[in-house]
T-cell receptor, first 113, second 113 residues
Framework: AQTVTQSQPEMSVQEAETVTLSCTYD???????LFWYKQPPSRQMILVIR??????QNATENRFSVNFQKAAKSFSLKISDSQLGDAAMYFC??????????FGKGTKLTVNP | DTGVSQDPRHKITKRGQNVTFRCDPI?????LYWYRQTLGQGPEFLTY????????KSRLLSDRFSAERPKGSFSTLEIQRTEQGDSAMYLC???????????FGPGTRLTVL
């Protein structure tokens, strides 16, 4: 069975600083995808970044980047130059061959001005 | 805009009543997913369609739940004889063939009194 663990229920960061959100996962599959989603308060889930497990290079999308450690089954999200609009729940998710997303419980990120 | 609309956005019902939710992806996509998100948790997979065929159902989807996608475009999720434990946000997502990405709608928040 696939599992995703986010060990930080809440995190905070000062505006313009950098923050890293942690995620670990477990799977027996060799081919899978990993995602980070953002869910602002009362707003819909938005895809932030995607990583294919077969790629060694870490994915980057503007201020968002990941640190993918396949052997350790770790997939952390780094947000650089944090902005007030980054405040949200962040969910780590995994997809294997079944094509369904398995989510962690989320990390609530607060950005302080 | 993720290209997925859901209706209604909010639904309040009394225990024992039937409710139906609708999901409309912006254009026809092969894959359409339903998830349920309870307070403080990440979304949990319910079911998934490829075109009009329902390919997988979670054990969370009891006999009181039924989903359809009659023409491979919009989808409906019906809950019969609602229970208070059904109170949750019901999320629909369209699948992207490339990179296995899923894009979520705004959700329908169900409150069962």
């Amino acid at each position: 069975a696939q599992t995703v663990t986010q060990s930080q229920p809440e995190m905070s960061v000062q505006e313009a600083e950098t923050v890293t959100l942690s995620c670990t996962y477990d799977t027996s599959e060799s081919d899978y995808y990993l995602f980070w989603y953002k869910q602002p308060p009362s707003r819909q889930m938005i895809l932030v970044i995607r990583q294919e497990a077969y790629k060694q290079q870490n994915a980057t999308e503007n201020r968002f980047s990941v640190n993918f450690q396949k052997a350790a089954k770790s997939f952390s999200l780094k947000i650089s130059d944090s902005q007030l609009g980054d405040a949200a729940m962040y969910f780590c998710a995994q997809m294997g061959g079944s094509e369904k997303l398995v989510f962690g419980k989320g990390t609530k990120l607060t950005v302080n001005p | 805009d993720t290209g997925v609309s859901q209706d209604p956005r909010h639904k309040i019902t009394k225990r024992g009543q039937n409710v139906t939710f609708r999901c409309d992806p912006i254009s026809e996509h092969n894959r359409l997913y339903w998830y349920r998100q309870t307070l403080g948790q990440g979304p949990e997979f319910l079911t998934y369609f490829q075109n009009e065929a329902q390919l997988e159902k979670s054990r969370l989807l009891s006999d009181r739940f039924s989903a359809e996608r009659p023409k491979g475009s919009f989808s409906t999720l019906e809950i019969q004889r609602t229970e208070q434990g059904d109170s949750a946000m019901y999320l629909c997502a369209r699948g992207q063939d490339t990179y296995n990405e899923q894009f979520f709608g705004p959700g329908t928040r169900l409150t069962v009194l």
